[in-house]
């Protein structure tokens, strides 16, 4: 049995620690923002998941792997700061299909959370894990400024 925190309240687990933390979240826990783009390979981000303040591929992450942990999604986010990220993303067309969006987003609050005026250097170094076919990056690149 392993207990972590899932979005600010406490979650017991007790099945194959091996599973993949994706896996869980959308089948058992029922969220949907963490996305399976890649099969499990981690090569998209768009399971991106904030594990002790850092970011973690929920694809990748096997559930033994965050025992006693934090674990933080889009879901979990406070009301005011998704509306905030969200809105930049509008604002700017950072957004096309939407599918690989919410990794975008924890990763856009993992960095404003580590360095609130990122440059835009800074801002391109850390989405290189985040893969999107639709925007071309710049517009998203954008948003995070504009965040």
Not at 75 to 83: A, K, N, S, W
Request: glycine share 12%; hydrophobic share 40%; net charge positive.
């Amino acid at each position: 049995m392993i207990w972590f925190e899932l979005n600010g309240r406490r979650v017991e687990y007790a099945g194959d620690e091996g599973r993949p933390l994706l896996e869980f979240l959308r089948e058992e826990m029922g969220l949907a923002s963490p996305k399976d783009g890649c099969s499990g390979q981690g090569a998209c981000g768009a399971c991106l998941v904030e594990l002790n303040g850092r970011p973690a591929l929920a694809c990748v992450t096997q559930m033994k792997k965050i025992a006693g942990g934090r674990v933080l999604t889009l879901e979990g986010l406070p009301d005011g700061l998704r509306r905030t990220l969200g809105r930049a993303f509008v604002d700017k067309g950072a957004v096309q299909c939407g599918f690989c969006t919410p990794g975008f987003l924890m990763r856009a609050k993992i960095l404003l959370q580590e360095n609130p005026r990122p440059s835009r250097e800074q801002i391109v170094a850390a989405l290189k894990p985040n893969l999107c076919r639709c925007t071309g990056y710049v517009k998203i690149v954008e948003a995070i400024e504009h965040a």
